[in-house]
């Protein structure tokens, strides 16, 4: 902006305040969704911490596990649980806004591209379990 | 033609870390760091997950698992500190922090499951 | 329904006042008035100085965007009695400076909006001999939605990217450059690209998704952004695998 003259005045320039996203619910949603992401990496960590230690041997991954059941690694590890699951759960349904597929020259509605994800999400989180779980 | 942005390409890390983490990470930290410990559910011996892990495509598995998620952290983790703290001015510093942290733990990753045992 | 309803409004007097304040006015409360019939009440029979944009009072110009109670919203759409019993808040726009009472200065937008180049660019025009261009139904269904843009800036109030990030575009310039972009007509794509791909064009953004949630024409420019997004993805892929192909 030029300097103010008698025909251009001086307009005045609010600061954004550093809470900004505390102002309205969809921006702390918005906020608390981009820190999912923090969840993300706390479990790719732990899952290096985890592989770690299983190479270290049975009682060294013993001393793992006994370390993941510690109340403190659990309450994060909830919290964390939950903050993965907002992620894909919001990442599942802004994917239709990214991809305008076309069919036959007609926009295919949002919920088509979402469902699907949200079926294979069942069917992989089904099929890990399964091999970790039958013993 | 002009210089163009690389963006598309952390872009594209950041979207493939956000389909992995978000299809492949809920029920990963649900067994390993929620029902396991709880007690739940039975978890796989030491033996059984040892060699579960060791089969070359589990290693595969297990790599993209670590290292796409990071990069989408580290990208949308910049944009938080960008906007969240506004502390644009510092973008080297913060940059080096999201990309080589998430650099360095796909190294750590690549390090770790090489070999298993 | 009560009588009145109290406006608490936004004065700001360049070069008199160091920072806005607030000034309260008591609006009879009509069940068909508007925001903007309150604020022209004031103007005519209570405080002729009070200044702020506004023209068709229909929803179709898009002059008389302003925060009502901290959402942005056009005054001329938004009903008196939906606030009732008030106060009501009228201020100008978030994330623009402000240039008197409720009116901002949109000079950044428009600098914004003419690097997208919101026109059809041709390499070479069609002689006039041999007529229109043709479009089916369908080609124009690609790009209508973006078209209907009326240039209100209350995504840009919305968008808090726009208000912390001085390089980035801002929604509806850049709904307007996929607008042109999905146009059948047009064929300046990668000129666009050129501009918008740089620094933070449409990097900056985060996919917050309020810009749609506040668009009264229902716009969807977070949609488009992403789409640009992917666009710009697989141009940029295009260019890595061909340095020397395409345009």
Redesign the interface.
Known sequence: ?PA?TEYL??????R?STY??L??W??LK?ILR?LSSVSVAWFVVMTLLQIRALKGGPTSYAKFQEWLRHPVLMVINVIAFFFVVFHAVTWFN?AP????V?VR???VPGLLIAAPNYVVWLAVSAGVAWLLLRG | ?????????L??LFSAGGVVAAMLIPIHLFLFGVAFPLGWLDGPSYANLLALVSHPLARLYLFVLCALPLFHWAH?FR?TL??GL?I?HLNELINTFCYGGAILGTVLAGWLLWRIP | MAERITLEVTR?H??RDQ??GSQTYEVPLRKDWVVLDALNYVKDKVDGSLSFRWSCRMGICGSCGMMVN?EPKLTCATFLTDYAPGPVRVEPL??F????DLII?M?DFLVKLAKSKPWLIRKEEKPLAEGEYLQ?P?QL??FKQFSMCINCLLCYAAC??Y???PLFGGPAAIALAQRYNADSRDEGASER??VL???DGI??C?????CT?VCPKHV?P??AI??Y??T??M???K?LLMPRGGT
């Open positions: 902006m103010p005045p001086k307009t005045f320039r609010p954004v900004w996203w102002g309205r969809p921006y918005f981009e802004l806004k990214a991809m305008a076309r020259e007609k926009r | 033609m002009s210089k163009r942005s690389n963006e598309p390409f872009w594209m949308r944009y960008y906007d506004q644009k | 700001y360049p070069g920072k806005p901290g978030t994330n400076p402000i240039l008197r200065d000079s089916t369908d269904d690609t808090p990217v208000g912390l990030d690209l050129d791909s740089q620094s990097w900056g985060t996919f917050v998704g309020e949630e969807d977070a949609g992403q789409q997004k992917l710009a993805t141009e940029w892929i260019s």
